[in-house]
């Protein structure tokens, strides 16, 4: 078998004078989890939205599996799980009866859906709804059901678009896990994303896309090494407001510290000149002994946080 | 900085366990689907509030054609041929407009506006099979909307004519009535596939089928003085012609004498369409507007 694949060959869309896509050039190859990750209005689910011939592109081509999906969608789609948006179910159907639907148009036997589909549904966390009208049910539940329809026929190349949206916290945390869980397979999972940390806590690698641009695709460490040059930061906490002068004559002359910089009144962010668990355990103790009412210590959000924020807000 | 259009990671990450699941599955054929899909889409008309409408409907007419012809007595109900024209052949093209617009013009455009299209597009199936598989589910609950109106005015005919007054008239009056059905069906189904709403979509396949081809008729055969051959109205007359025994509901042109005892009244003649003209001009409707229901589908935008 050979390795599951998606490519974008200078895939554009525009809708009127906005350029959602502008030249989208993409290939992921294997089996891994790649982030989509962008701002709201960056192009993504445009991009995904042609990747699954819901819409047309300007210029460009997309392909899954090497299968051009704007010559043959159904060939292309064969091996693929899709979630796009938030889909609605008919409402008359149960979550069994909709898998059911899917299952028959993609061709599982009946055999493989009475055994997948209770498996599919459990996953989901929707196993006591299975057989209540899909009508009723809450947008969270409704993106599970889809979530479950993507997974059931064990595609081998996932196209999740926002996969979380509309989930309650625990509802993200849950299909992150599931999303986490699929990576075991042969598969490839394309998910798209506007929140860092959840692409950064789920996919091995990240395709960044700004204002319809690709900005780059590589691996989440990678990106990490590269952009941050290993050096890390700690955002502490205080119970009392600090003035500058005591961060001036106290906390910055501990050693290891490059720079500081405030963030509010009760907190500071310390750019570190090592970066080393050591150097930070120590840190940790000598900043908590200055006395000065240090009472949270949290390691401040990745490089890849800061590519973003800066890549984003650089714009093209 | 790293701005790398044609990014290719080499790095091939993440914990591989087992394999996949081999869930065994050959997508089916198109034919295939296209069965398949009718049938889920026809179980959801079944249970749905528009199924429940469209049968109170009918049933709502069935009564009072009932009441009406049980109260009043009009002369046709001693005759099968006069009773079937007058009531199927007036009642029914009502019939077919109202299941063409309840089924039909919502079909495509409730995809769009109700999110559901999503749910299927993202499947490996060709747009052509959910239009097609779409119609054929609009086609057979229309269609159970239509034999239960014959079966109540059949009912209602084996009270006033005797069980076996069954004119043969009344076959081929239904078949007649099922293609006018494959027509108005398929240009619902075309104007369905133009809007993103179902609301506009039912107005307007409302306003065309009970209104708007009725006065283009009249227009184009009183002002403009030709025949209206292209007109569906012109064409559906045929359904209830071919029961008719009224020399002016007949089929074809021919002259009829009307009005007045032995000596007076007068000739004139009428044009409806002959029982072939009106078949294919209702045919050609299907065809054309199936085909290009299907065109525009075909170049439809999910966004
Ligand atoms: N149907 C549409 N008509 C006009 N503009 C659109 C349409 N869909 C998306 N856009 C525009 O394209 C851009 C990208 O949108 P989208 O792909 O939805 O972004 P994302 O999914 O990354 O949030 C946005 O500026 C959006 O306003
Ligand atoms: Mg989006």
Redesign the interface.
């Known amino acids: 078998m050979t390795s599951p694949s998606i490519r974008a060959e200078g895939l554009t869309k525009r809708f009127g004078p906005t350029l959602a896509l502008d030249r989208l050039d993409l290939k992921i190859e294997g089996s891994k989890c790649v982030g989509f990750l962008g701002p709201n209005g960056a192009g993504k689910t445009t991009a995904l939205k042609m990747f699954t011939d819901m819409i047309f592109p300007t210029a460009g081509e997309a392909f899954l599996n090497e299968v051009s999906v704007q010559k043959d969608r159904k060939r292309a789609l064969a091996a693929c799980g899709v979630l796009i948006e938030t889909p609605e179910i008919y409402p008359s159907l149960t979550p069994t009866e909709a898998l059911q639907m899917v299952g028959k148009l993609r061709g599982l036997s009946d055999a493989a859906l009475a055994d997948r589909i209770p498996g599919v549904l459990a996953e989901v966390k929707m196993g006591e709804w299975a057989n209540k009208k899909v009508g009723k049910f809450s947008k969270g539940m409704k993106q599970r059901i889809n979530i479950a329809a993507a997974l059931l026929p064990d595609p081998e190349i996932l196209l999740l678009d926002e996969p979380t949206t509309g989930l309650d916290p625990r509802g993200m945390a849950e299909v992150r896990d599931i999303i986490r869980g699929l990576k075991r397979g042969q598969r490839l999972i394309f998910m798209s994303s506007h929140l860092l940390a959840e692409v950064s806590d789920v996919c091995d690698e990240v395709a960044l896309l700004n204002r319809g641009k690709l900005l780059f695709y590589d691996t989440i460490s990678n990106v990490s090494t590269q952009f941050a040059r290993g050096q890390r930061a700690i955002d502490v906490g205080f119970s009392r407001p600090i003035d500058d002068a005591t961060l001036g004559t106290k906390l910055a002359q501990l050693t290891g510290i490059a720079s500081w910089e405030r963030m509010d009144p009760l907190r500071v962010r310390l750019k570190l000149s090592g970066g080393t668990d050591g150097s930070i355990e120590r840190l940790f103790s000598e900043v908590a002994g200055l006395g000065v009412g240090a009472v949270r210590f949290q390691e401040s959000a990745s490089a890849l946080e800061e590519v973003y924020m800066t890549q984003v807000e650089r714009g093209d | 900085?790293?701005?790398?259009?044609?990014?290719?990671?080499s790095?091939?990450?993440?914990?591989?366990?087992?394999?996949?699941?081999?869930?065994?599955?050959?997508?089916?054929g198109?034919l295939d689907?296209i069965v398949?899909?009718t049938r889920?889409q026809f179980?959801?008309y079944l249970?749905?509030r528009r199924f429940i409408l469209m049968f109170a409907i009918v049933g709502v007419i069935g009564l009072i054609l009932t009441s009406v012809v049980g109260y009043f007595r009009p002369a046709f109900i001693s005759d099968p041929l006069a009773f079937y024209g007058s009531l199927w052949g007036g009642g029914v093209p009502f019939v077919v407009v109202l299941a063409a617009v309840i089924y039909g013009a919502d079909a495509i455009a409730g995809e769009f506006q109700?999110?559901?299209?999503?749910?299927l597009?993202?499947?490996?199936?060709?747009?052509i099979t959910v239009y097609t598989g779409k119609f054929i589910a609009a086609f057979l609950a229309s269609l159970a909307a239509v034999a239960l109106f014959a079966a109540i005015l059949v009912a209602n005919g084996a009270y006033y004519l005797g069980g076996n007054a069954l004119p043969w008239q009344l076959g081929e009056s239904f078949i007649l009535a099922v293609v006018y059905l494959l027509a108005v069906l398929a240009a619902a189904m075309m104007f369905s596939s133009m809007f993103k709403t179902s609301s506009y979509a039912t107005l307007l396949v409302a306003l065309l089928f009970l209104i708007g081809f009725s006065l283009l008729q009249a227009v184009v055969s009183g002002l403009a003085n030709i025949t209206p051959w292209f007109v569906i109205t012109y064409a559906n007359t045929i359904i209830g012609g071919v029961l008719s025994n009224s020399c002016e509901n007949q089929p074809g042109m021919h002259t009829c004498k009307v009005g007045g005892g032995p000596g007076g009244g007068f000739s004139i003649t009428v044009n409806n369409a002959t029982i072939p003209e009106g078949a294919a001009i209702m045919i050609a409707y299907f065809l054309l507007t199936a085909v290009a229901g299907i065109f525009l589908f075909e170049?439809e935008?999910?966004?």
């Open positions: 900085m790293v701005a790398n259009p044609v990014a290719s990671s790095v091939a990450a993440g914990p591989q366990g087992g394999g996949r699941t081999a869930i065994a599955a050959t997508l089916p198109t689907q398949r899909l889920f179980r959801d249970r749905s109700n999110k559901t299209g999503y749910f597009m993202g499947l490996p199936i060709r747009r170049r935008e999910f966004s």
